[in-house]
């Protein structure tokens, strides 16, 4: 007993069965995705800066995909959205559905490893996956579609703060809607 020193330290991991899962009714599933929708293709037609610096489709898909913690679920959320978002544009079908089928099997994937509860997490993860959905899509719409893009660190970190901002406030509205599994 005397060369021995006994301690009591208890190891913690998160497993898959801890983690929660959410799912979300019917009307909030398709009329939250629908309302971002047209928030991003209308007030830009009153107050044209707004697109420049909000993506609240990005913000929705990485809230349904974080809260789901799927990644077939967040990779088809982020898909639909971005599809959806490409046809009321004037791009190319596909952009924004390509980059946010990335963000969604990304943001889901992290959801799953990391307590996406508390607001400094959503902040990181936001301006995380904003950055990552800018980076895909400026290389996708360079790259494959040929498209004149221009690059700016600034902008992009600007715009990806704004972001972080707007969706930790607008997750927590969103928060209320969750029913657990």
Do not use: C
């Not at 398709?30 to 107050?47: E, H, K, N, S, W």
């Not at 994937?109 to 996406?116: I, N, Q």
């Not at 902040?123 to 690059?151: E, P, S």
């Amino acid at each position: 007993m005397m060369g021995r020193i006994l301690t009591s330290v208890p190891i913690t991991y998160t497993s898959g069965e801890q983690v929660e899962v959410y799912r979300f009714s019917f009307p909030i599933t398709v009329g939250v995705p629908l309302l971002a929708l047209f928030v991003q293709a209308f007030i830009p037609l009153r107050f044209p800066r707004f697109a420049v610096y909000f993506d609240l489709p990005l913000l929705v898909t990485i809230f349904f995909a974080m809260a789901r913690r799927s990644p077939i679920s967040g990779l088809l959320t982020g898909a639909v959205i971005g599809l959806a978002q490409d046809m009321l544009g004037h791009n190319p079908i596909g952009l924004y559905g390509i980059a946010k089928t990335v963000v969604g099997y990304g943001a889901s994937s992290l959801g799953v490893k990391l307590d996406v509860e508390n607001a400094g997490a959503r902040f990181l993860v936001t301006l995380g996956f904003y950055l990552v959905h800018a980076a895909v899509y400026f290389t996708v719409a360079h790259g494959l579609v040929n498209m004149t893009q221009t690059w700016s660190w600034r902008y992009g970190v600007l715009a990806g703060v704004a972001n972080a901002f707007v969706g930790v406030a607008l997750f927590f509205v969103l928060d209320k809607f969750k029913q657990r599994t």
